[in-house]
């Protein structure tokens, strides 16, 4: 039972490393609890003041004569910041983070940026003393006092800058007429707007039956306050947008508020501009390019009452809408959706903890479900909500699988094969669009056999070896290494090695093979200027471009319906990554990427070039069966306890000093092991400790311990033993220590 409480006094954002701690009354020990609001004696004066409670704990920070009481806890109504505190709390317990960071996770609200401040003037003056004032004006020639009176006259308030800039009337002129008591000049908060000039229409959505079903299914539930997690999976093109938007009216309509998670990258003016033409200013978004003052009028905005609907990555999640009833994660399968920072969150998961605090529904939509999410779905901890025909029943595209392998026996030796090159021939001919996806994921490290697909492997742990620079191949899941082969143990071929060609390196072959094609590339060196992303979608979305090449972002939810060929250029380059997800995320790629074609009136093809046509993922991906792959993949889970079968944590230990990194590790894995001889955690895996996947970064050295076991609470109490054995021991003080639960890019 904890007897003390961490208490921060004030939320603004600078304060949130000071806490104070507090003694709890016995009468206070059984209901108080994170996140609640507390009345506490503050500074010498023993002032009344009111704070959070921010963590429970039975360690004094202090000479426990010192510490002073709570008072009471404050009665009524929670605040929103008591729910996200709360929610802080439970995600420094389940992701291993301090206080302080997860509370800067979740309160980004209290960001100091400046306000910005409109001044209006207004006309203080009855219609007949405004007439009689602006002829004793005329009649004296005050013609600048005249001319902003008449005005006034037929709108008023106007905005100062409209009295100043366009009817050019001096700061003067309106301090007289202020005095004068004719005008009078006011100031209100000009809240940020990052949408513009955008346009409220009024015209209604027509769902299908199939969406109809959905939407009715989801009403059923919800107007009777039964809250529970929906899969929506829904083949690329068959409007789960339109469901999204249908469903967050509704619940709009019973005064709820709705949190809308797009992965970043899909966020485009496209997609906004569907939600604002349905919600009007009553919407916002949130996403990395807007300025800090943006962001914090937005969640100024909905803390006050003026938004129903927030649109944004996962940071959007904790917007401070107080009568939350809805949160949809679009795209659900994205990895974006995995913070890479301290506290490792994952939305998903925390948007159902939030959902749960706040007795909202929450929404999962994919064309390509993550494993984990279908898993729960199977059985029956979310509940599957199928769209299984696109739009208008328009067809899926029609796929070819091309073997690399076979075009290098033909001679020829350019990443576009001959049968992209004869049907891009075809559709530049006819006026319609190309999309070449370049899929780079796993790019930098894997090592393969151009001859006959051949690719090195740990023979332990069925991942590919990542190349390093001194000239070894290296398992980042159990340590093998081995030397960098020059011909191909298969094959004996002298074509092995990485993978080098870029999305640049392809726009020069197009540009070269095709001198008449319009071409535009998208990747991280033309999208980083403020609009440059969306620049290029809107131009190619306007057809003053043939042919779109990029990487993931450009196969993320758009929607160009004169684009009738996707040509997948090295379909498997995401089979070798270092990480059991390779064949899920491979799957997801080419499905989404084909999901591009075909979604207007004209049926869209799809080629998918590869060195490795037999493998399940790629086949099927080339099928778009998602039930068989998902089949196939649980089967391999299940059989080495991989999530959503088992669990997984990872902990890092960094220090400038490699042995240092390396003897902490290795008696935070001792500490582990004793446990595990006193016949405590049974079914616990350890592996490690071992390098990290990239050693050193900034010159920190990083060593990796893995943990594996089918319960997550396990794993959790593990880092809570870890966490506080190195809170205890001073040799840790150099030493970084962070822990990522069920990670899905590994550290």
């Known amino acids: 039972m904890a007897l003390y409480a961490n208490v921060i006094i004030d939320i603004s954002h600078e304060k949130l ?99 910005k401040k409109r001044r209006l003037v207004s006309l203080v003056l009855e219609k007949d003393q405004a007439k009689e004032q602006l002829a004793l004006f005329e009649k004296k020639h005050n013609t600048a006092r005249a001319r902003l009176l008449s005005h006034l006259m037929e709108q008023s308030p106007l905005p100062y800058e409209v009295a100043t800039k366009k009817l050019k009337i001096t700061a003067s002129v309106i301090n007289i007429m ?22 409220q229409c009024e015209k209604k959505l027509v769902l299908n039956r199939e969406q109809q079903d959905i939407v009715e299914r989801f009403w059923y539930d919800f107007s009777r306050k039964n809250y529970h997690t929906y899969l929506l999976h829904g083949v690329t093109g068959s409007g789960k947008t339109a469901v999204y938007i ?31 033409q349905r919600f009007g200013e009553r919407v916002s978004i949130l996403n990395s390019k807007m300025s800090p003052g943006e962001r914090y009028d937005q969640f100024e905005r909905a803390k006050s009452g003026e938004l129903d609907v927030m649109i944004g990555p996962r940071s959007a999640l904790f917007t401070p809408f107080s009568n939350l009833g809805i949160i949809i994660i679009d ?54 909500l ?61 090592v393969s056999c151009r001859a006959c697909g051949f690719v090195m492997k740990c023979p332990h742990c069925d991942v590919s070896l990542s190349q390093h620079n001194n000239g070894k191949l290296v398992c980042h899941y159990c340590g093998y290494t081995e030397n960098l082969p020059t011909l191909c143990p298969e094959c004996g071929s002298p074509y092995i090695s990485g993978f080098k060609a870029g999305t640049q390196k392809i726009e020069e072959i197009v540009a070269k093979r095709f001198p008449g094609a319009k071409v535009l590339r998208m990747d991280l060196d033309t999208t980083r200027q403020k609009d440059g992303y969306e ?54 790629l ?121 319960n997550y609470q396990v794993l959790v109490q593990i880092k809570d033993v870890l966490e506080q054995f190195v809170n205890r021991h001073r040799e840790f003080g150099n030493v970084s220590v962070q822990f990522d639960f069920d990670p899905m890019n590994g550290f």
Not at 100 to 110: E, F, Y
Not at 362 to 380: E, Q, R, W
């Open 17 to 115: 490393d000071k806490t104070f701690q507090y003694k709890i009354p016995k009468a206070l020990q059984e209901g108080l609890s994170v996140g609640m609001q507390v009345e506490v004696p503050f500074g010498s004066g023993e002032r009344k003041s009111t704070g959070y409670v921010v963590e429970l704990t039975d360690t004094p920070e202090y000479q426990v004569s010192k510490l002073k009481e709570i008072r009471g806890i404050v009665e009524g109504s929670i605040p929103i910041e008591s729910q996200l505190i709360a929610l802080a709390g439970w995600i420094r317990k389940n992701y291993g983070a301090t206080m302080n960071q997860a509370l800067k996770t979740v309160l980004p609200v209290k960001q100091k940026a400046r306000e």
């Open 246 to 276: 249908e469903l967050i009216e509704r619940v709009v309509s019973k005064k709820r508020q709705a949190i809308m998670l797009i992965p970043e990258i899909a966020l485009t003016y496209q997609t906004v501009a569907r939600f604002y």
């Open 590 to 710: 080419i499905t989404q990427a084909a999901g591009r074609a075909g979604r207007g009136r004209l049926p869209g093809e799809v080629v998918i070039q590869t060195y490795n046509p037999e493998h399940y993922a790629i086949m099927l991906a080339e099928q778009q069966d998602y039930e068989t792959f998902y089949e196939t993949e649980i089967a391999y889970r299940k059989m080495v306890h991989y999530p959503p079968c088992g669990h997984m944590l990872a902990m890092m230990t960094a220090s400038r000093d490699e042995l240092t990194a390396l003897l902490s590790a290795e008696l935070l894995a001792k500490k582990i092991r004793q446990a595990q001889e006193n016949g405590k955690l049974p079914g616990l895996q350890m592996i490690g400790p071992g390098d990290a996947a990239v050693l050193k970064v900034k010159d920190i050295y990083r060593k990796v311990l893995y943990f594996k076991h089918e």
């Open 178 to 199: 202020e005095e004068m008591r004719v005008v009078a000049v006011t100031e209100k908060r000009a809240y940020r707007n990052p949408l513009g000039e955008m346009k």
């Open 386 to 446: 199928p769209l299984i025909k696109r739009i208008e029943e328009k067809p899926l595209p029609r796929c070819y699988m091309v073997d690399l392998r076979e075009e290098l026996k033909k001679g020829n030796r350019s990443i576009l094969s001959g049968k992209l090159q004869e049907l891009m021939e075809q559709r530049l001919r006819e006026h319609q669009q190309i999309i070449l996806f370049l899929n780079r994921r796993g790019m930098a490290g894997f």
């Open 535 to 588: 620049k290029i979608l809107s131009s190619f979305a306007n057809q003053e471009a043939d042919i779109l090449i990029g990487t993931q972002m450009i196969v993320k939810g758009h929607d160009f319906p004169n684009v009738t060929l996707v040509g997948v250029l090295a379909a498997d380059l995401s089979l070798y990554v270092s990480d059991f997800h390779a064949p899920e995320r491979t799957f997801q």
């Open 331 to 384: 795209e659900e399968h994205e990895t974006s959706y995995k913070s890479e920072t301290m506290p490792r969150y994952h939305a998903r998961e925390t948007a159902l903890e939030r959902a749960r605090m706040a007795k909202a529904s929450v929404v999962l939509g994919s064309a390509t479900p993550s494993i984990d999410s279908y898993y729960h779905a199977k059985n029956g901890i979310y509940e599957l």
